[in-house]
T-cell receptor, first 115, second 114 residues
Framework: AQKVTQAQTEISVVEKEDVTLDCVYE???????LFWYKQPPSGELVFLIR??????QNEISGRYSWNFQKSTSSFNFTITASQVVDSAVYFC????????????FGTGTRLLVSP | NAGVTQTPKFRVLKTGQSMTLLCAQD?????MYWYRQDPGMGLRLIHY???????AKGEVPDGYNVSRLKKQNFLLGLESAAPSQTSVYFC?????????????FGSGTRLTVV
């Protein structure tokens, strides 16, 4: 069975600090996709990134970066120079290999960035 | 470009009442999903549909029924609401190929069963 673990329930940082959100996954599939979503206080779910299992290159998008390591089954998310607007709940998710794109979500990490 | 629209946004039900949540998408997506979000549990899949007229059970289907009579609409029904169904419900849609991107989510429906 597939599983996503986000061990960090809540993280508090001060603005401009760097912060890393951990995601560890379990799957027997060789082909799969990993996702990160952001849920700001307003409640909507915002897609951040998708990574397929064959692409282990790290990705950077502005202040956001993602580190995918198949050897440790991890897909960690780093925010550099955090800002108050980054305060949100962040979800890591894993799709199965059935082709139906059903997602298994982690329990989320709440990030609080204070000024 | 509305994306995925969920109605209603909020609802309070009494135990035993029934209701239907509507999800409508205008992106011509084949796949649609219903998830529920509960504190400390992330999102869990209730039911999903891979095309008009087809539905399938997800991880937590008990107490819910769904229908997809039209490609753009995916309805979630609660026949006899229970307090355990108090949750935030999210609808999502996607293309068949995961390579085309992640889900598009609706804004959610907050349901309270008293």
């Amino acid at each position: 069975a597939q599983k996503v673990t986000q061990a960090q329930t809540e993280i508090s940082v001060v603005e401009k600090e760097d912060v890393t959100l951990d995601c560890v996954y379990e799957t027997r599939d060789t082909t799969y996709y990993l996702f990160w979503y952001k849920q700001p206080p307003s409640g909507e779910l915002v897609f951040l990134i998708r990574r397929n299992s064959f692409d282990e290159q790290n990705e950077i998008s502005g202040r956001y970066s993602w580190n995918f390591q198949k050897s440790t089954s991890s897909f960690n998310f780093t925010i550099t120079a955090s800002q108050v607007v980054d305060s949100a709940v962040y979800f890591c998710a894993l799709s199965d290999n059935t082709g139906f794109q059903k997602l298994v979500f982690g329990t989320g990490t709440r990030l609080l960035v204070s000024p | 470009n509305a994306g995925v629209t969920q109605t209603p946004k909020f609802r309070v039900l009494k135990t035993g009442q029934s209701m239907t949540l509507l999800c409508a998408q205008d992106m011509n997506h084949e796949y649609m999903y219903w998830y529920r979000q509960d504190p400390g549990m992330g999102l869990r899949l209730i039911h999903y549909s891979v095309g008009e007229g087809t539905t399938a059970k997800g991880e937590v289907p008990d107490g819910y029924n769904v229908s997809r009579l039209k490609k753009q609409n995916f309805l979630l029904g609660l026949e006899s609401a229970a307090p355990s169904q108090t949750s935030v419900y999210f609808c999502a849609s996607s293309y068949p190929s995961a390579g085309l991107g992640g889900y598009t989510f609706g804004s959610g429906t907050r349901l309270t069963v008293v």
